[in-house]
């Protein structure tokens, strides 16, 4: 197991926590506690995405997120909460819309990135946990990332790449002259 991403996982979760307390609106534990939720899941949905749960996947996801699953506890929790399915690798988990909301009312992206950059590591590493990469397993991640990245750039106020409001005023602008031949005015 890889200590080192143990510790990252540590840390964004304690860094989410203290995001979560620094909003007097909110000002409550539980910020830590979603995150390890969240990122167990998305490593039960990459688990999942081979067709099999191996012990290497079930031990990697008991490691890092502090559980004790076998494969058969890990296989029947993804069946009952639909955690393998397109409805799951569409949804933005919980946890990225909360830190989206605080990153916006902080005006601090740092958290919302570091969440994904966690779940980037430990998808890669639980994929090759088992020693065998599967490209449905590479598909999968590509499309959980991809969707929350997606998530960011439409919600998070620093990464918005649609800027609205602007109304087009009257009045004509000239165009700029080219080879000593004026350009036709926009009307």
């Known amino acids: 197991m890889n200590y080192e991403l143990k510790e990252l996982i540590n840390s964004i979760c ?12 909110i000002g409550q534990d539980g910020g830590d506690a979603l995150a390890r939720i969240d990122i167990a899941k998305f490593m039960m949905y990459l688990s999942a995405s081979d067709g099999e749960i191996k012990w290497e996947e079930a031990e990697a996801i008991s490691f890092y997120c502090g559980l004790d699953i076998t494969p058969n506890t890990l296989g029947q929790f993804i069946r009952e909460n639909n955690i393998y399915s397109t409805e799951f690798e569409s949804t933005a988990p919980a946890t990225l819309q909360l830190l989206v909301l605080l990153s916006n009312a902080l005006d601090n992206p740092e958290i919302s990135e570091g969440f994904i950059t966690t779940c980037k590591e430990i998808g890669k590493q639980l994929i090759l946990s088992d020693g065998y990469v599967n490209d449905n397993e590479v598909s999968d991640y590509n499309i959980y990332i991809n969707m929350m990245e997606r998530y960011l750039d439409e919600n998070l106020d620093s990464r918005k790449s649609v800027i609205s409001g602007f109304v087009k005023t009257g009045g004509s602008v000239s165009a700029p002259s080219k080879s000593s031949v004026m350009a036709p005015k926009k009307g």
């Open 14 to 25: 304690s860094a989410i926590e203290a995001a979560v307390k620094s909003i007097p609106e």
